[in-house]
């Protein structure tokens, strides 16, 4: 397990400048990125609010706290400061990048969406994926509907936090479920709901 930076306080920025600021971005840099900043991305979209207490609940509300979500982070050679290239799954309980692959996956994750080809232009992606059954087994068909409201609370998070570290950012739906699973080589029954690639704006 990788241990990622705690010290969240790149994002302390006035709310109002960073919801002006908030927009869709779709051309990067070829600037690395930090892992301080990547840890408070995925820190935002799925993490404890606390790191000392061990039962504190997410950084985004839940249907009865279920967190049906899992984050994955596919990030290329020297794109991210400290971090090898590969798949890696953000690991709540530690903060932490449990590392799943080594490749440079994001070319495939590109093509997986469409040929959108600003996502192997960024740096990195992040990508929320669903276990719907987490939810339904406790609400019935009304979960799915709770599942994707949850997906939009981290998707928020994350092009807020993009923004108050300076970073761009793009919600991305329009993808080939079978195929970004493959990329991600997600388990049976986890569904990607998300993809953000992450990077400078250019
Ligand atoms: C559910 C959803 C799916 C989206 N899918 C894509 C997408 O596949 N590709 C893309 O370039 N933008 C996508 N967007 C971004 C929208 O195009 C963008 O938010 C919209 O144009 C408004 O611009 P703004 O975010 O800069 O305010 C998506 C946004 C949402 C909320």
Redesign the pocket.
């Known amino acids: 397990m990788i241990n990622l930076p705690r010290d969240m306080s790149l994002l302390k920025k006035h709310l109002v400048d960073v919801l002006i600021a908030r927009?869709?971005t779709?051309q990067f840099a070829s600037r690395p990125l930090d892992l301080r900043q990547v840890a408070c991305l995925l820190w935002v979209c799925q993490g404890r609010r606390s790191f000392e207490k061990p039962s504190s609940r997410r950084n985004v509300p839940s249907a009865g706290a279920t967190y049906p979500m899992t984050t994955y982070l596919i990030c290329g050679d020297s794109q991210v400061n400290e971090l090898e290239r590969g798949l890696y799954r953000y690991d709540v309980a530690s903060h932490g990048l449990e590392p799943i692959s080594d490749g440079d996956l994001r070319d495939e994750l590109a093509n997986a969406c469409f040929s959108?080809r600003f996502i192997s232009e960024a740096p990195a992606s992040i990508v929320v994926v669903a276990d719907y059954a987490i939810t339904t087994s406790v609400y019935g068909e009304r979960g799915v509907r709770y599942v994707h409201m949850e997906a939009g609370h981290s998707g928020q998070n994350i092009y807020l936090a993009c923004t108050a570290l300076g970073l761009g950012t793009?919600?991305?739906?329009?993808f080939n479920d079978e195929a970004v699973s493959r990329v991600l080589n997600l388990p049976l029954n986890h569904e990607p709901l998300y993809v953000f690639p992450i990077g400078y704006p250019r």
Request: aromatic letters at 0%; glycine letters at 12%; a positive charge.
């Open positions: 927009k869709s779709r959108q793009v919600a991305v739906g329009a």
